[in-house]
C-alpha cells in the first residue's frame, strides 16, 4: 500500500541551508499533493511519550461516574471530558465510536481573560495526568511552530509569519480513547470522514493500521508511521488561508477487523489553532488567474464557532 511522505525536523532546524530548504520543498510538496507527512526529530521524549499513554489509559479506565464529573457542558466540549458518542462528522447524525479529554493553552489569569480561554481542569484521582498533558501540550506546541515557519517559507512568507498568530492561540490536545466494539456498528465508525478544523494537527498513535487518508484519485490509503514519528497534516484553517494550495484532506479512523473488537486504540492528536482574531482571509499570494478566491473572509474565532456547531459540540 502506499503511504504517506516522511520528513526529518532535525534537516530544518540545521545549520545546513540545503538541508533546511530541501525540508521546506518538501514538505510543501506533501502538503499540496496529500496534506499529510510523518514527521521525525519532534521534541517529545519517549518517557513522555510513555508516561501519557499511561496516564491517559489510567483516566480512560476510571468509573463512569468519576469520569462523568469531568463532562461540562458550559464548556461545549473545549476543556475536560466529553463523553462516549458524542461527536460526529460533519454531515453524520451517528455519533464516533470514541469518548475523549481536552487540554488547553496554558496561561496566567490576565491572559485567560483577555483570550476568553477556559481554563483547564484538574483531574484529582491521577495528578500526574495533569501534569504530564501540559508536557505533552507545550512539546507539541514547539513542534508545531517550528513547522508552521516551514510552511511560511513555502509559501514565501516571513519565516515567522504564524508566531504572533499561534504562541498564545487556542490549541487543544485531545487524547482520545475508541473502546473496544461490542457489537457490529450500524453506520458508525471509529471516526467518520472529516477534515480538521485548525491550522495544522500534530498525531501521536499512529503506529498501526486504522487512520486512513482520502488520496486526490478517491483511494483510501493507510497513514502510519514509524516509532519515531508523528503525523502532521493540513487543517481547513490553513488550507483556506492557502485557498487550497496547501490541502486538508479527508481522512477517518476505520473500524478494525473483527478479531480486533476486544482491543481498545488510543491515539493523541495536537490541535494548532490560532488566536480568534486571526484573518483567514485568503492569501493574496494565493489568488491568480487560475485560482480566483475561492472563501469569504472569516476570523478563525468565527470559523471555529461554525464548525463547533456542524460537528454537535455546540448547538
Known amino acids: 500500500m502506499p503511504n504517506i511522505p516522511s520528513v526529518d525536523l532535525n534537516d530544518f532546524l540545521s545549520n545546513d541551508q ?3 530548504s530541501e525540508f521546506v520543498n518538501k514538505l510543501g510538496k506533501a502538503y499540496k499533493e496529500i496534506g499529510f507527512v510523518a514527521l521525525k526529530g519532534h521534541f517529545l521524549k519517549d518517557s513522555d511519550i510513555e508516561m501519557i ?3 491517559i489509559k489510567d483516566f480512560f479506565d476510571l468509573p463512569t461516574d468519576v469520569k ?3 463532562e461540562l457542558e458550559g ?3 473545549q476543556r475536560g471530558y466529553t463523553s462516549f458518542g458524542k461527536e460526529h462528522a460533519k454531515g453524520k447524525k451517528e455519533g464516533d465510536l ?3 479529554w481536552h487540554f488547553g493553552q496554558y496561561l496566567n489569569d490576565d491572559e485567560y481573560n483577555k483570550f476568553n480561554y477556559p481554563k483547564n481542569v484538574f483531574v484529582n484521582e491521577l495528578p500526574d495526568f495533569n501534569s ?3 508536557t505533552v501540550y507545550q512539546s507539541l506546541e514547539k ?4 513547522v508552521l515557519r516551514a510552511i511560511s517559507l513555502y509559501l514565501n512568507l516571513e519565516e515567522n509569519h504564524f508566531d504572533k498568530f499561534v504562541e498564545k492561540g487556542n490549541s487543544i490536545l485531545r487524547p482520545i480513547h475508541y473502546p473496544p466494539i461490542k457489537d457490529k ?3 458508525a465508525e471509529r471516526a467518520a470522514a472529516h477534515g480538521d478544523i485548525n491550522l495544522i494537527t500534530l498525531l501521536m498513535g499512529a503506529h498501526g493500521r486504522g487512520l486512513q487518508v482520502l488520496t486526490n484519485d478517491g483511494e483510501w490509503i493507510d497513514a502510519i508511521a514509524e516509532e519515531d514519528e508523528i503525523i502532521v497534516n493540513v487543517g481547513d484553517m490553513l488550507s483556506r488561508y492557502t485557498n487550497n494550495k496547501l490541502k486538508s484532506t479527508i481522512h477517518k479512523v476505520i473500524n478494525p477487523p473483527k478479531e480486533l473488537w476486544k482491543k481498545s486504540r488510543y491515539s493523541i492528536p495536537f490541535f494548532l489553532h490560532p488566536i480568534g482574531t486571526m484573518n483567514l482571509n485568503v492569501l493574496e499570494s494565493c489568488i491568480d488567474y487560475n485560482n480566483p478566491k475561492k472563501f469569504t473572509d472569516i476570523t478563525a474565532h468565527d470559523f471555529l464557532i461554525e464548525r463547533l456547531k456542524d460537528i454537535g459540540v455546540l448547538k
Do not use: H, M
Not at 513542534?143 to 517550528?146: E, G, K, Q, V, Y
Open 18 to 20: 540545503n538541508l533546511k
Open 53 to 55: 499513554y499511561k496516564s
Open 68 to 70: 462523568a464529573k469531568y
Open 75 to 77: 464548556f461545549a466540549g
Open 98 to 100: 470514541k469518548e475523549f
Open 132 to 134: 504530564i498533558g501540559k
Open 143 to 146: 513542534t508545531a511552530i517550528f
Open 185 to 187: 456498528p450500524k453506520g
